[in-house]
């Protein structure tokens, strides 16, 4: 966690769009990728974006990646309250290191 | 069938113990991960191995034994066990190579040392 770093909390309302966002240190990272972690289960991965590009979209989720400034963000249009999870952004190096995880709380 | 599975799901044991957690995949991948998750969820890699050996081991205790009998296992021996060691561990699989060469996490176990 130290090389990757999240705000730890996000509370949004059904409906409105997160924006989860993410720094990292070492702009060799080849991939960096978005994981949920619902309640008491494992890490799922989201999506991932290639270092070489500047924005992914997929379906509700759009990755945007600014290299120079090393920084990642997740944005989720329309949060449902099955979006509330922690969501962790992680960069591949040889290795995977991970944010410390922002918690993500959706209120009607 | 599931990817990567853990066992046990939860073990509850006291200070002292000796305890193993096992990991297997299925998914053909030739490297494996334990990451230690604490109470605050920050998740930290313990070890990887790639095709049986290990190539990341990061200032774990050596109370902490990792063994890969083959590469589509890697299960956790954990000597003389601390109040501190409780967390949830988790196993996961990559494929190493081209591509983006994402993570599969086992569903996690949470060990509980009393």
């Known amino acids: 966690g130290e090389d990757v770093e999240q705000s730890l909390f996000l509370s949004v309302r059904e409906g409105d769009s997160s924006v989860i966002n993410c720094t990292y240190t070492d702009s060799s990272s080849t991939y960096l990728y978005w994981y949920k972690q619902e309640p008491g289960a494992g890490l799922q991965l989201l999506t991932y974006?290639?270092?070489?590009?500047d924005m992914k979209q997929d379906q509700r989720l759009t990755v945007l990646l600014n290299k120079k400034d090393k920084h990642l963000s997740l944005r989720i249009a329309d949060t449902q309250t099955g979006d509330s999870a922690i969501y962790f952004c992680?960069?591949?190096?040889?290795?995977?290191?991970f944010g410390a995880g922002t918690t993500v709380t959706v209120r009607a | 069938d599931t990817a990567v599975s853990q066992t046990p799901k939860y073990l509850v044991t006291q200070m002292g113990n000796d305890k193993s957690i096992k990991c297997e995949q299925n998914?053909?991948?030739?490297?494996m991960y334990w990451y230690k998750q604490d109470s605050k969820k920050f998740l930290k890699i313990m070890f990887s191995y790639n095709n049986k050996e290990l190539i990341i081991n990061e200032t774990v205790p050596n109370r902490f034994s990792p063994k890969s009998p083959d590469k589509a296992h890697l299960n956790l021996h954990i000597n003389s066990l601390e109040l501190g060691d409780s967390a949830v561990y988790f196993c996961?699989?990559?494929?190493?190579?081209?591509?983006?060469?994402?993570?599969?996490f086992g569903q996690g176990t949470r060990l509980t040392v009393v």
């Open positions: 974006i290639f270092s070489n590009m």
């Open positions: 992680a960069e591949r190096l040889l290795k995977l290191s």
């Open positions: 998914l053909g991948h030739d490297t």
């Open positions: 996961a699989s990559s494929q190493e190579g081209q591509g983006s060469t994402e993570a599969f």
